[in-house]
């Protein structure tokens, strides 16, 4: 019993010992202003010890600003789960007196000619940490850095000439779901073990927002709160350095910048690539003298500009990444010995200060590069002959609008049109159409958004390899040369009053019936209020035309008082609340006595209201499932019910009339799961799923889908095995852009005028049309590739494929989507297709789809 006690006791102290002070952490030689704060007197244990939750974060953050002359606090935004997004600015006190001015400052970098002391400006390098909430040795690291940088007596002098910008959790909500799972769990006799139950957290799990987003690729895109503030920070300061704290698998040891030299985006100045490297050395000198493992120049890229280690480098800044081995909680065993929390905070910080020092003695040559970046932009615009972009939808301005508020948030100008003008045979409407011109600033940013790009100098990619934004929003679009440019009469937007058209009633109360047409993104949005209030609302699956010369196409929606027990005064205010918060038209119809279809007709069929469940969990794709849920929950405002698969066999399933399906593996919803669907969908429901969910509803018999297959294997002999990855890993599809033919007159298809479309697709999932050519949707066209990479042995697969695939089952249908409609949140031109079949998968006629 002695015995065992004494070995249990050193099992104890071996594991504590992974706790550690600040002296572990902090560099040798400083002192330290003991009014300052230590991140253990405010939250109660040391950095490292426990993960620290956003609230605990925030706390510390606001004590240190108290305490010290050198450090400015702000809330900066929310983020969905209404945590506080925060930045700590910290400088000398004589700049914290004059950051306006510095600011202004820095503004004139972009404008070339303007005077500005390059000897004499403040470098400033913003810190930006663990924007994947489950990396968190980020988040724990800028602890030390705000201590150090506030406290630090021997910086002072320094501060003079840097101004640091401190986010400390990119991510707030991620940060503290992660941080909550691992302390829950956490014992205080650690093994490592990587079977763990604090190792593997739940579903869907802490690397992303509130709605299962991965921020770091909404920086370009900006579909989040989160994004937008972090964005307008950005903006706001125009940093010199702009680093980003990260982390990779547990068997890897730390990766900094730069990466694969063939990787990064044309766009991107080779100057950026050498100031990189330069800064690489200051970390690898750092890491030499604490002794940790390191590389650069592999696996990692810098082509997608929606990273937060790349959307700086378009506009004159350095963006750094810092990948560190992952302990994904407080110590777990790695092929490079055991890997402990505190080791990995400290290699982080140990990167911070590397930055820092290089930002210090390379702070005139940063400025100077980005003075020098935005001259040679000057000199690239009045070459160019593109001198502007023009962009807008005929049928539908919420498109238009959303993507001009994008371009918007990135400090460049957008012009809205005075008059209609037709360039090229397009016609550009006044209310839906805006034009960017080239000659600005951020010239390199708005090629990036708006080129297409089909040859690249390396075939493997980290992220997409395409987002041509004009595709993703399905809008007409075009560059303008000067000559056409000046036939434009425009207005700038301003951005700070930038708002949607509120939509409304066209005609009178009392009218026979009224009408909403389906052109309109945010008609699925009034749909539902029109269902949700009682109303008879009805969808036209033919064309029909009124007096007036107005022709109302299939997917019109005619909505009465049906038993809401309203009179006409009330159904018409109502009408008009309706039209007013979602954006759209609704037209008073005198008559049903119209050409084409009368209102009367068969051909008017009447909509259900959709109760709708997505099931989660298990695996389900998380990424997926969360774009499905913000598209519902945050532009339509639809409930929808998240339905665990542990819990399908056993619920009321004739609670919804519509399941949705993310790509996954579901298999955990076993043959009870599978029966209980099958029986639901034959009942008369519509299913909508996409990728991997098609393959297990084949599977199980559920629903008639077959697979395309290609040959994509390596021929010969012998090969070299250094060449495997390269040659294996640009097969993959990572992300590009591809055109479709659409069935305007399927039900599927109704709000689209257009039979040619761009959809988006990051995998090599093939869907073989049905051989009923009624169930056949959406349809790649025979040379599909619009923009990014596409690997030729993949090509076979995709063209004449099925994009979208309609099947039967019983009386039910199941809809089937070979890619995803929903992309990031961006893809605004194919989300109707998704809410088509979410509203119109009910009225598809079954004879179609066996």
């Not at 709605?211 to 903006?235: A, C, G, I, M, T």
């Not at 911070?352 to 702070?363: G, T």
């Not at 011109?437 to 951020?442: F, K, L, T, V, W």
């Not at 109302?552 to 018409?572: C, P, V, W, Y």
């Amino acid at each position: 019993m002695r015995r065992f006690s004494f070995v249990f006791l050193l099992a104890l102290l071996a594991n504590l010992s992974w706790a550690q002070d600040l002296s572990y952490y902090l560099p040798k030689g400083y002192t330290y202003n003991p009014s300052v704060p230590t991140p253990k007197q405010v939250l109660g244990y040391e950095v490292g010890e426990w993960h620290v939750t956003h609230d605990q974060l925030v706390m510390y953050m606001k004590a240190v600003a108290a305490a010290s002359d050198r450090v400015k606090f702000e809330e900066t935004g929310r983020s969905y789960e209404k945590r506080p997004q925060t930045l700590l600015t910290i400088t000398s006190p004589s700049n914290l007196g004059k950051l306006d001015q510095i600011k202004a400052e820095r503004a004139k970098l972009r404008e070339p000619g303007s005077s500005v002391n390059i000897q004499n400006m403040p470098v400033v390098m913003f810190m930006g940490y663990s924007v994947h909430g489950n990396e968190p040795s980020g988040a724990n690291a800028s602890l030390l850095a705000a201590y150090h940088f506030a406290a630090a007596n021997e910086i002072a002098a320094d501060l003079e000439n840097i101004v640091l910008l401190l986010d400390p959790a990119i991510n707030p909500d991620g940060l503290n779901r992660f941080a909550s799972w691992v302390n829950s769990h956490k014992a205080y006799v650690m093994n490592g073990d990587p079977a763990q139950r604090e190792l593997n957290e739940a579903w869907p799990r802490g690397r992303t927002n509130h709605y299962w987003f991965d921020l770091n690729r909404d920086w370009l895109p900006v579909q989040h709160p989160e994004s937008r503030n972090r964005v307008k920070v950005f903006q706001s300061w125009l940093p010199n350095i702009h680093l980003d704290f990260h982390e990779m698998g547990t068997n890897s040891t730390f990766f900094f910048q730069p990466g694969v030299p063939s990787r990064v985006h044309p766009l991107t100045p080779k100057k950026n690539f050498e100031l990189t490297e330069k800064i690489g050395t200051y970390h690898a000198k750092a890491l030499d003298q604490i002794g940790s493992l390191y590389y650069n120049q592999e696996n990692y890229d810098d082509f997608y500009y929606g990273k937060g280690s790349t959307y700086p480098d378009v506009q004159g800044s350095i963006g750094i990444l810092f990948e560190q081995a992952s302990s994904r909680g407080h110590l777990q065993e790695s092929a490079n010995g055991m890997l402990s929390f505190p080791f990995t905070i400290r290699n982080q910080f140990t990167a911070n200060l590397s930055s820092y020092q290089a930002a210090k003695e390379m702070r005139v040559e940063l400025n100077q590069w980005m003075k020098d970046f935005y001259t040679e932009i000057k000199n690239e615009t009045t070459a160019d002959v593109n001198k502007a972009y023009i962009f807008g939808a005929k049928e539908d301005d919420a498109r238009s609008f959303h993507l001009a508020d994008l371009i918007l948030q990135h400090d460049i100008k957008v012009f809205a049109l005075k008059e209609d003008i037709t360039v090229n045979g397009k016609q550009f409407k006044k209310e839906s159409s805006y034009i960017v011109p080239a000659d600005q600033p951020q010239y390199r940013l708005i090629k990036a958004m708006f080129e297409t790009r089909t040859t690249f100098q390396d075939s493997l990619f980290y992220d997409i390899s395409a987002w041509t934004y004009p595709m993703a929003f399905h809008l007409d679009f075009m560059a303008l040369n000067s000559r056409i440019l000046n036939l434009a009469s425009v207005t700038q937007v301003d951005k700070n009053n930038f708002a949607q058209a509120p939509g409304k009633v066209i005609g009178e109360a009392g009218a026979y019936q009224y009408a909403l047409e389906w052109t309109d993104y945010y008609a699925p949005k009034a749909a539902y209020q029109l269902l949700k209030a009682g109303f008879l609302v009805r969808v036209s699956n033919a064309e029909f035309s009124i007096a007036e010369g107005k022709t109302f196409g299939r997917g019109t929606l005619l909505i009465d008082k049906g038993e809401s027990g309203m009179d006409n005064q009330a159904f018409f205010a109502k009408l008009r609340e309706i039209a007013l918060g979602s954006h759209v038209d609704i037209h008073a119809l005198t008559t049903g006595y119209t050409g084409g279809a009368n209102l009367g007709s068969t051909f008017m069929a009447p909509l259900k209201t959709p109760n709708v469940a997505l099931l989660v969990d298990g695996g389900v794709d998380s990424g997926e499932a969360g774009e499905i849920w913000h598209l519902l929950d945050q532009r339509m405002k639809m409930p929808v019910t998240l339905l665990p698969l542990d819990a399908v066999s056993g619920a009321n399933l004739s609670r919804y009339n519509v399941i949705l399906m993310a790509d996954g593996n579901y298999g955990r919803l076993g043959q009870a799961g599978a029966t209980a669907i099958k029986n639901w969908v034959s009942q008369g429901n519509t299913l909508v799923a996409k990728g991997g969910a098609l393959r297990w509803l084949a599977q199980n018999e559920i629903g008639n889908f077959t697979f395309r297959t290609v040959d994509n294997a390596e021929k010969g002999l012998q090969k070299n095995y250094a060449d495997f990855e390269n040659a294996t890993g640009s097969k993959q599809t990572f992300g590009a852009i591809f055109k479709a033919n659409l069935d305007t007159t399927h039900p599927i298809g109704y709000g689209y005028s257009e039979k040619e479309i761009y959809t988006f697709r990051n995998d090599n999932f093939f869907l073989e049309p049905s051989a009923n050519p009624y169930a056949n949707p959406l349809v790649y066209t025979a040379n599909p590739l619009a923009s990014g990479y596409l690997h030729p042995s993949n090509l076979p697969g995709v063209k004449e494929s099925a994009v979208i695939r309609v099947a039967g089952q019983g009386r039910g249908r199941i809809i089937g989507f070979a890619d995803n409609p929903n992309f990031r949140a961006f893809w605004f031109g194919t989300n109707k297709l998704f809410m088509n079949s979410i509203f119109f998968g009910q009225v598809i006629d079954g004879g179609t789809t066996r």
